[in-house]
Structure formats: C-alpha cells, structure tokens
C-alpha cells in the first residue's frame, strides 16, 4: 500500500518513515504527490487537526493518507502550548527558541513541578474513511537539554522511570514507548488486520 504523510516536517515525516517500515508499506510525501498548500489547523482538539490535515490531502490525491498531530501540554500553563506546539513562540522560530520560551514561562515556578505530557493523534483516511489512533507519554521538563536525538522538546522532555531524555534514547528506543510510537504500533496493527481481510 501506498500511504501519503500529511506533513511539511520533514523530521516528523523521517520519524515516521522508520516507525512504519516494518509494514513494508510505501511512504510518500505530500510533495511527491504535487500538494504545496498550506493548511491552515483550525481545529479544537488534536483529532479534528490531523482530520484536517489528512482530508486537505485525500481530498487531492484520493489516495490513502496519514497525519499526525502532536502536541506538548505542560500542566503548570495549563497545557499550553497543547495544539499550539508546532507554532509556540512563532511559526518561523527554531526548536531552541521554542524551548527558551517555555524556559521563560517556568522559570517562576518550582523544577519539581515542571510535569508534563506528549499527545499523539493519527488520522488514517482510507476509502473515504477517517481512522484514529491515540498515544500519550508523561515526563517532566528539564531546565537543560540532554541528549542530541529526536527533534523539538526532546532534548528537555525528561522520562523519570528511564532516566533520560528522549533525545538521549536511540530512535528505536524512543519509538517503543513514546507517543507517537504508541499510535503508530495501533496504527500498524490495523493495517495487518487490513492485510488479513484483504487475503481472506
């Protein structure tokens, strides 16, 4: 199967690649398929902005699509940056600047009390048909970077059961309990429930 990745990220969509190669499915970008719009995520909650984003492109190219919306929600700001992760601090700015604005933001309060959690939601349109698959992590943010792996918060996104970072993990490490690696294994599960129904 064919699957087109409703992202311009390209470290997200590398991450994704690896996380589905087992599946021996073809990933495509959204640039291969000739798509260049931006798409503009208004939606109110992670489903309805991978909905969003996967319908823009299926609508396009009718073919079998995949996006991915995360976000990082920090409990002492009340899940901010949540759906706003990817434009915290402005949209041009770089993963370090993101991270010293929300440096900024905590540096009133206590270390201790800097929880917080990774959200994951894919969209899978498939024959008209949306699919969602969900994963969460929990940690703690570090007033310093650690670890030269992953991309974004991951170098101050601290897993206390592990002792790391999750930029200090091997991706193949990493991909076993994070997030994304937790919707990307139900997501790999229901295409082999796809592949069994297809044989049968």
Not at 33 to 55: P, Q, R
Not at 91 to 119: C, G, M, R
């Amino acid at each position: 199967m064919k699957i087109v990745i409703a992202t311009n990220n390209m470290d997200k969509l590398a991450e994704l690649r690896s996380l589905l190669e087992p599946t021996g499915c073809v990933l495509i970008s959204m640039a291969e398929v000739g798509f260049t719009d931006e798409i503009a995520e208004k939606g109110a909650s992670y489903h309805e902005n991978a909905y969003i984003k996967a319908k823009a492109v299926f609508d396009f190219c009718r073919c079998p699509v995949l996006a991915d919306d995360t976000g990082l929600s920090v409990d002492l700001l009340d899940g901010a940056p949540g759906l706003y992760t990817a434009r915290f601090a402005g949209v041009k700015t770089s993963y370090a600047d993101k991270i010293e604005a929300l440096w900024s933001l905590l540096k009133p309060y206590p270390k201790q009390q800097w929880t917080a959690s990774f959200h994951c939601v894919l969209c899978f349109i498939y024959n008209d048909k949306a699919y969602y698959f969900t994963g969460q992590i929990e940690g703690i943010i570090l007033d310093q970077k650690r670890g030269r792996n992953g991309f974004g918060y991951d170098p101050v996104f601290y897993l206390p059961d592990i002792g790391l970072t999750t930029a200090e993990m091997l991706p193949e490490e990493k991909n076993k309990i994070s997030h994304r690696g937790i919707a990307m294994t139900k997501f790999r599960d229901f295409l082999q429930d796809l592949e069994e129904e297809a044989d049968r």
